[in-house]
């Protein structure tokens, strides 16, 4: 698939296969490409090049109103001057489904993203969580065959954003609707998805489960977009890799046989040795440069004595004593959490 505006080229030659029932999120930064493809599946926007097939039957062709799609925009695009049962009973009205079906269907509804007994309301008498579960009735009401979200929860807040979160993910599970949703948000696509496609600049980096995506990306970019992660420079020898003249302790081989790659490590992964037996662990050292309280956690900042830094994420519930700022530590890395990614930063 390839779709340009003017020598910009918003998708460059994608190619994606989603699975009938499945949830899989578009990621990637603003201007990564994630919402152009929605709209081509959505048949808004024409491709330069490609095509675009709903099981065995070609749409590229076919008009939006005809590809029987349900489709929720961030800013849910409801009408005003309607009510609740009005907005999700419009997509029946436009293929002529009979009077009694529609009340039954805009019960059904408004029951599954728990509305009931708020058909009545105006849309303005609504908050803005209650405005998405409106946006979602009426985009699955007239049970289509792909769900198309594009960062629907955007506008909430904290709280309720992740609260419905889960309540989409939930009524997936329910209706078991191939859905397609784009998202900005990592910690949302992890929450979400089944899989996840992270785009970058109109190309996919990497497609997998959120496990695969998190503990094993392909690349840098992959590594520090989603997630949190220091990177310290790694070299390759005779197919190991060496932290300066420190030999690392991988879980798998390495994949790429670069000279000059990267140790990706995610602060979570680390933790703070007490003494005892570390010879499991990869091992550094350094001094604490710094501690941020986070209420669940600290983030606790070492300096290694390489003069490169890295985090760790020391959870409220150790009952490890917490370091202070000035402190020698060592920092103990499992071989499973050793990650290693190439040197470049995004391809």
């Known amino acids: 698939m390839r779709k340009s505006y003017g020598t910009f080229p918003a998708l460059d030659d994608v190619s994606l296969e989603v699975a009938s029932g499945e949830f899989i999120t578009l990621l990637g930064p603003s201007g990564s490409g994630k919402t152009t493809l929605l709209m081509v599946l959505a048949g808004f926007i024409r491709p330069d090049g490609g095509e ?56 059904r509804a408004l029951d599954l ?117 220091h990177f310290l420079p790694v070299t390759v020898r005779d197919g190991q890799a060496y932290l300066g003249d420190k030999w690392l302790r991988l879980a798998e081989p390495l994949t790429k046989t670069d000279v000059s790659q990267l140790l990706g490590v995610r602060p979570e992964k680390v933790m703070i040795l007490d003494g005892g037996d570390a010879g499991a662990y990869n091992v550094f050292e350094g001094t604490v440069k710094e501690i941020v309280y986070q209420g669940e956690s600290s983030l606790v900042s070492v300096t290694l004595l390489g003069g490169y830094e890295l985090s760790v994420r020391q959870p409220a519930t150790s009952a490890m004593i917490p370091p202070e700022v000035g402190d020698a530590v060592r920092l103990g890395l499992a071989p499973a959490d050793a990650i290693i990614v190439p040197q470049e930063s995004a391809e």
């Not at 800013?75 to 009005?86: D, E, I, Q, R, S």
């Not at 029946?92 to 805009?106: S, T, Y």
């Not at 946006?135 to 979200?149: G, K, S, Y």
């Open 113 to 229: 993203v728990q509305l009931s007994g708020l058909g009545d309301r105006q849309v303005d008498q609504l908050s803005g969580g209650q405005r998405q579960r409106v946006a979602l009735a009426r985009a699955i009401v007239f049970e289509p065959r792909i769900l198309l979200m594009d960062e629907p929860l955007s506008a909430l807040d904290k709280k309720l954003r992740e609260e419905m979160q889960i309540e989409v993910r939930h009524l997936h599970q329910r209706l078991g609707m191939t859905t397609v949703y784009v998202t900005h948000d990592q910690r949302e696509a992890l929450t979400m998805s089944d899989r996840i496609a992270v785009i970058d600049r109109g190309r996919f980096r990497q497609i997998g489960t959120p496990r695969q995506i998190y503990g094993r990306p392909a690349s840098r970019f992959i590594a520090d977009f989603i997630g949190e992660s």
């Open 52 to 107: 675009t097939w709903f099981g065995d039957q070609d749409v590229s062709l076919v008009a939006p109103h005809k590809r029987n799609v349900g489709m929720v925009f961030q800013n849910y695009a409801l009408f005003p001057h309607m009510t609740v049962a009005g907005n999700v009973a419009y997509p029946l009205k436009l293929r002529r489904v009979g009077k009694a079906e529609i009340g039954d269907r805009v019960a």
